[in-house]
């Protein structure tokens, strides 16, 4: 016999066969180590794995641990049986005209179908519902057949019954045709406040997209400009060719943009000094510097680069920033500057016959040169004295100043004495003791 390996050797000989004691305790501990070798290859089997030759796992035969799905199909196979022969039975029923062997068929496949569902409907249940949300399930369901069940206990249906038999059928029906008018009514309200709102929508849009179109309609206009009466060098060179050109391309845009589109092109003009009279070499044409970085003014006898002329008659330049810009000469009669920023606007000689002044800002602004007593409005035959104030003021004649914003002294002196009858009336804080000059 050969001996475990794993046993503990001994120092001393081996006991003779004849001892009984001794063959014993070894056929024991042999038998127990059998033991354990069988129960680790059983747990290594159980897992579904064996050794193969030391070159690896591999598994296990499944004949000798059958799957739970053949022991369910196994199962559930007498009771399809037995529910195709309720169903025969139900049907024999049927024909034979027989109720209880009808009725008979009938449970016993229910019984046997529900059986046959109760598992698969109660894993779904436990595995697609989880636990908290499976509590409100079954509280609501069982909740609201609680509900209906103590309704019907306490009488309630009956006493809806009879409430809604007393109820004259024919006035609910008149009630319900007289509703279902309103509710076409009010769907008709609501299509259109929905086309009102797209038609709001789509003009904002169109505004937007034409203001976008009108900025850049105005960025090439100054860029065009720009490069006309500019060399290379940066100074300005404006012969008269380029001068009718720029004026011609002025009038253009002015007469295609909007009131803060004028006023944007105006304020451009005016700080780039192309509206100004500018003082001319008389043999070159060209404009004369000041020495101080700038070009020389001859407010008598320069030349404009741009010459507004009639380019404003009866524009709409309300609610606009015309700060600080020269408007000298220019024809705005009947235009509209009502609620206008005219702080230090230059609008000596400017024929403002007509026009609206409503709510303007007049700090500053200069009608006249000189003093107020004897300046007056331009006139066609006489040249201004720009040292006296002679023929150099604004023509105001029938102007509206209303509500007009501090307007100095000088100013009311002025407008009130050279604006006639009906300009006197609208004057902030009066004209009394002021002569009128105009005699009209």
Known sequence: MTLDPNLPHSDTAPQSESSPDLHLAQNSS??????NLRSTESKVTGNGFSRD???GTKRTDDRSFPSSNSSDSGNQTPKILILFLAIAIMMVGLLVDNVWIGLSGSLVA????????WNPLRRLFLEFIPEQERAILLGSVFGSIALLGLLKLSGFFNRLGASLAAIGWDAVGAMGEVLGAIGQILIAILAVYIAWRQYIISRDLTIQQNLITQQQTIDSYFQGVSE?????????????????????????????????????I???LSRARLLTPLRRDRRLGRAILDGSGGYQEDLLNGIRVIDLGVMLAGANLAATDLRWTDLSEANLIRGDLSFCDLVKT????????????????????RFFYGKAEDASPRSRLEP?????????GAVIENADFTDAMQLSEEQRYYCCAWGGSKTRGTIPGGCEGIPNKLGR
């Open 346 to 365: 230059n609008l000596c000689r400017t024929i403002l016959c007509d026009a609206k002044l409503r709510g303007a800002d007049l700090n500053g602004t």
């Open 228 to 264: 006309l009466v500019l060399d290379e060098e940066g100074l300005l060179e404006d012969w008269p060719q380029e001068r009718a050109i720029a004026a011609g391309r002025t009038a253009a845009i002015l007469s295609s943009v909007d009131a803060g589109g004028k006023a944007k």
């Open 53 to 55: 030759g030391g070159n």
């Open 110 to 117: 229910l019984a046997i179908s529900l059986q046959i569902l």
């Open 266 to 268: 105006i304020r451009f």
């Open 384 to 392: 201004p004295n720009y040292r006296t104030g002679k023929h150099t």
């Open 30 to 35: 042999l038998v127990t180590h059998e033991d």
